[in-house]
């Protein structure tokens, strides 16, 4: 199975594909958008802002190809942490900027109270509360950590495309499932033993293992 992680600037691409290797997958890193039309499925890791995001993803051609890909062929994506963020109409980073559109929501600052220990960003393991026990989270108990570096979040229009949540001085999605669409907002590529839990199920999700 041809599984393409894209490389638009704004990932860790290196830790991404490493930890794919480790549960079996041999994935290949796409710097031009016409490697996608051959994809079995695709990868949008990143790091960093919203708009930068976005910016790298329009110069370097991925927009029109990651909607043929995803929204009119069907193709599996799994989205990572900003790749989870710019699947939104829209994110309010560094002021108003429109997103891919591929889930209704909107990214935003977490909202902390201002009385409270929690600062952003919001940085290191935290624990889940899984909604759904299967697809991402087979066989991943409620309550498992996962690494998160991130200070904005998805606040879906839909509350069943959120798959798990996550709190940090509020409650936020921690992931999203609708569909061939999955994202995580933490880094399964830094979450030890359950973040390669999770990429073996997503794999198993997409028929790649």
């Known amino acids: 199975m041809n599984i393409v992680v894209i490389d638009?600037?704004?990932?860790?691409?290196?830790?991404?594909?490493?930890?794919?290797?480790?549960?079996?997958?041999?994935?290949?890193?796409?710097?031009?958008?016409?490697?996608?039309?051959?994809a079995d499925a695709v990868i949008l890791p990143g790091v960093g802002a919203f708009a930068a995001g976005m910016d790298n993803l329009r110069e370097r051609g991925f927009i029109p190809a990651l909607r043929q890909a995803v929204l009119e062929r069907g193709k599996p994506f799994l989205g990572i942490c900003l790749g989870m963020q710019l699947l939104a109409d829209s994110g309010s980073e560094h002021g108003e900027h429109a997103g891919l559109g591929f889930v209704a929501g909107r990214v935003e600052r977490l909202a902390l109270p201002a009385s409270g220990d929690c600062r952003l960003p919001h940085?290191?393991?935290?624990?889940?509360?899984?909604?759904?026990?299967?697809?991402?989270?087979?066989?991943?108990?409620?309550?498992?950590?996962?690494?998160?570096?991130?200070?904005?979040?998805?606040?879906?229009?839909?509350?069943?495309?959120?798959?798990?949540?996550?709190?940090?001085?509020?409650?936020?999605?921690?992931?999203?499932?609708?569909?061939?669409?999955?994202?995580?907002?933490?880094?399964?590529?830094k979450s030890h033993k359950a973040g390669l839990k999770l990429l073996g199920n997503w794999l198993n999700k997409v028929g790649a293992a």
């Open 123 to 189: 940085i290191g393991w935290n624990d889940l509360k899984i909604r759904r026990h299967d697809g991402l989270y087979a066989d991943i108990p409620d309550g498992e950590n996962f690494y998160f570096v991130h200070s904005y979040a998805f606040n879906a229009a839909d509350p069943a495309v959120v798959s798990a949540t996550c709190e940090h001085g509020v409650e936020f999605s921690a992931s999203l499932e609708a569909g061939n669409l999955s994202a995580v907002q933490f880094h399964p590529e």
């Open 8 to 38: 638009y600037g704004m990932g860790n691409l290196g830790s991404v594909c490493n930890a794919l290797a480790a549960v079996g997958a041999v994935p290949e890193v796409a710097a031009r958008p016409e490697a996608l039309a051959g």
